[in-house]
């Protein structure tokens, strides 16, 4: 059984084959999404052996510089002692030398061995061996970053799966503000539902603002539909808030959030047919991601926007000490609110 994607379906095949107990010789876990090599990871080191035979059965090599790739291959052909299988986590495996070295041993695995290779930051190369001959008798799974506009997605099925609704502003006040961590984003959200009401199935802005920070009104999702919306008002109200409160609102996060809004839209200036759907297709987004966006095309002209974009860089600039002269953070924050909007 092989599988290889970056794809969350992938995944959920891959949890749903451990758990049926279908297990395969070997697992290459790579990619630059920890979340997923975590979870997969952990999956099989809780289901592989019963509690008990993890003292004899199960071993974990954290691999550094200094780490034989033949220590690696002569515990993988270790027979399990009074068990069906053994179990060998290699953890942090991109610090291993001489990776490829491991192709002897995957050409001619033990079936009674589970070895998994997480394989963090980066991915091995496909064009050599090693990574074809796991995938021949084994699972490769990448793990890519999730794109922000697969957030919602992401949120939605984790609470789902733990019998949990979220309101819609919620999901984006998360989104927003914690991005595409997706370990900080599940433990966040675990944190949610724990401090849930007794009864209550449903996680709203209220709760997020108790219990995570975030200001339900004052926060970076409100000041992007402030300025998708050309509100005036609410913006300026939103990034005074910040000011005051720049320990809890970094300014370049902020200008972060704006430069990709803009980004966006400068894009889907050049998308072949500028409908919901040609758009979405061109920014590779659902649909509904993108009502912002043209929204925001009514309000920036194409010319508007690409000043905003070179604005936003040199504020980043400015923000780092670059030709700031005397202004504050916040009088360099308020300036680039005051050029978006007018």
């Not at 033949?70 to 270790?78: F, G, K, M, Y």
């Not at 095309?297 to 030709?323: C, F, P, W």
Request: hydrophobic share 40%; net charge neutral; with cysteine.
């Amino acid at each position: 059984m092989a599988k290889q994607s970056s794809s969350s379906v992938a995944y959920n095949d891959i949890i749903k084959s451990i758990k049926a107990r279908k297990f395969s010789p070997v697992y290459l876990l790579m990619g630059d999404e920890s979340y997923y090599i975590d979870k997969i990871t952990e999956c099989i080191a809780s289901s592989v052996l019963p509690e008990e035979e993890r003292a004899f059965n199960q071993v974990t090599i954290y691999c550094t510089r200094d780490t034989d790739f033949r220590d690696i291959i002569n515990t993988s052909r270790r027979y399990p002692m009074m068990s069906e299988y053994q179990v060998v986590i290699v953890k942090e495996a991109q610090n291993l030398q001489k990776i490829d070295e491991l192709l002897t041993y995957v050409q001619n695995p033990l079936s009674s061995t589970v070895l998994v290779l997480s394989y963090k930051n980066g991915v091995l190369d496909r064009r050599k061996k090693l990574v074809p001959a796991i995938a021949k008798v084994g699972v490769v799974f990448e793990s890519s970053k999730l794109k922000e506009t697969s957030l919602p997605t992401f949120i939605n099925s984790y609470l789902q799966e733990r019998g949990v609704s979220i309101e819609h502003t919620a999901v984006m006040m998360l989104v927003e503000n914690i991005g595409t961590d997706l370990n900080r984003m599940a433990g966040e959200l675990d944190k949610l539902i724990i401090t849930l009401s007794d009864g209550s199935k449903m996680i709203t802005p209220e709760q997020i603002e108790r219990n995570i920070g975030i200001s339900r009104e004052f926060n970076l999702w409100e000041l992007k539909t402030a300025v998708v919306n050309k509100d005036v008002y609410k913006a300026n109200l939103i990034i005074n808030y910040f000011c005051s409160n720049a320990k809890n609102n970094p300014a370049v996060t902020t200008v972060a959030m704006l430069f990709n809004l803009f980004a966006q839209i400068m894009q889907a200036y050049y998308a072949p047919v500028r409908t919901a759907e040609g758009i979405a297709s061109h920014l590779e987004m659902q649909p509904w991601a993108v009502r912002d966006i043209i929204t925001a095309m009514h309000n920036y002209s194409a010319m508007k926007t690409m000043q905003i974009i070179a604005h936003l860089r040199e504020t980043d600039v400015r923000l780092k000490g670059v030709d700031r002269g005397n202004l504050s953070e916040s009088d360099v924050m308020k300036e680039l609110i005051f050029y978006i909007l007018h």
